[in-house]
């Protein structure tokens, strides 16, 4: 039996925690000229490694950057103070498989079957029209990517969706990293090496061992300097592959044969068959735009939650994605909602679209989560980010305000 005394305890400590904190020592008053934004949250889902989640939480933000994430304190002199009833933040989500690149559909270059020379660079177009309804539902990076109609398609760029700024304001990394095609689309019609299996997997070992061959030379090649990138560690790739033996030959030959920092894209139809050996190989994945296997339905009677059975097999970084345009950019969160319906953690599959992403493409001390030092891409909603029922509010991105609903009205 708890003794009167333990209550009186238990009930003093509640009161200290629920008691705002004063102000923490170094954050000093915002100077004039300095953007900087005090945001009272109901309740802050940080998405760090603790998991921490703050309930009537406060985040500050000054010049792009956080600067504080806890409960409420004193908000220091400058802060334009944004106090939104019932609002929940979240990170910033992030889609590694986009081809939006320019308002249209992506680019492909199919004259050849191996590209390591292109860029998605010259295309794209900040701020175009998919990108701009993509800020309002909260999508603050994305990996702008070639095509999949070739082996070796080409080198994305990971672009901030700042929806006012230029192309340079935007760019995260560039190149962010390089796309490649392991089944399907790439097995071409026009009858070169790639139409097969044995082709497709000939092309991809040949032109890595031609990248390896110049690092280790210490050579200088116009067409491979990216791809040795790759090949270093320095930048990760992200494969387009589909089915179970399309999943297994990327972890061969990407992981197991070159030990590249590699991220399997898509892994849909039957490609969650492969997931032991890809969580064995401890290799991220990136799943989508289809989330569920239902071709066996009439036979089996069940719908199959795909995001499930990489999770439930161990796989060290899920996240997700929307193939865009082929699920409309805004809908990336309702690849968590769907997930989580289909069996996921909710919770963890908000990180499928935050810190996950982040990690695997190799910019989490950037973007992801909300911790203090990281970039202020920032989501407020009125509610659980991934119950379809909540309305985006408020997206900042470096700190800056990308879309409001007061001001600019309900986009999608």
């Not at 945001?39 to 010049?63: F, I, M, P, S």
């Not at 409420?72 to 939104?84: H, K, L, R």
């Not at 491979?224 to 999943?247: D, M, T």
């Not at 679209?353 to 407020?380: C, F, M, N, W």
């Amino acid at each position: 039996m708890v003794s009167a005394r333990a209550l009186l305890l238990l009930a003093a400590l509640a009161a200290c925690r629920s008691a705002p904190e004063r102000e923490p020592a170094g954050i000093r008053p915002a100077e004039p000229g300095e953007r900087a934004y005090a945001l009272h949250c109901a309740k802050v889902l940080t998405c760090n490694e603790h998991d921490d989640v703050v309930n009537r939480g406060l985040v500050l933000v000054r010049d792009g950057k956080i600067e504080y994430v806890g409960r409420p304190i004193d908000v220091p002199a400058g802060f334009q103070e944004i106090d939104i009833p019932g609002a929940w933040c979240a990170p910033g989500f992030v889609d590694l498989h986009a081809h939006v690149v320019g308002g249209a559909f992506d680019i492909n270059d199919m004259v050849l079957p191996i590209n390591p020379e292109l860029s998605t660079r010259p295309t794209i177009v900040p701020s175009n029209d998919m990108l701009r309804t993509a800020s309002a539902a909260g999508v603050t990076t994305l990996f702008l990517i070639p095509g999949s109609g070739t082996t070796i398609s080409g080198f994305g760029v990971l672009l901030k969706n700042k929806t006012e700024a230029g192309y340079e304001e935007c760019v995260l990394r560039d190149p962010g990293g390089m796309k490649s095609a392991y089944n399907y689309n790439p097995q071409r019609g026009g009858g070169d090496l790639g139409r097969t299996w044995a082709g497709l997997t000939w092309l991809t070992r040949d032109i890595n061992d031609k990248a390896v061959a110049a690092l280790e030379q210490g050579r200088d090649d116009w067409e491979l300097e990216n791809l040795k990138k790759v090949q270093s560690g320095e930048l990760p790739v992200l494969i387009h592959c589909a089915s179970g033996e399309g999943v297994a030959g990327v972890v061969r030959v990407w992981k197991c044969e070159y030990g590249t920092k590699c991220i399997l894209s898509h892994g849909d139809w039957d490609g969650y068959r492969a997931a032991k050996f890809v969580a064995d190989n401890g290799v991220p994945v990136n799943h989508g735009p289809r989330t569920m296997e239902y071709s066996n339905f009439y036979r089996t009677g069940k719908v199959i939650g795909t995001a499930k059975e990489f999770v439930d097999a161990g796989v060290p970084l899920f996240s997700l994605n929307t193939d865009s345009p082929v699920i409309p950019e805004e809908e990336l969160f309702l690849q968590g909602s769907m997930s989580a319906r289909l069996g996921c953690d909710s919770y963890q599959m908000l990180r499928a679209l935050t810190t996950h992403p982040a990690q695997s493409i190799l910019a989490a001390d950037r973007v992801g989560s909300i911790e203090v030092g990281k970039d202020a891409d920032l989501v407020l909603s009125t509610g659980d980010p991934l119950d379809p029922r909540s309305h985006v509010e408020l997206v900042l991105v470096d700190g800056e305000i990308q879309y409001s609903r007061q001001d600019d009205g309900q986009w999608f």
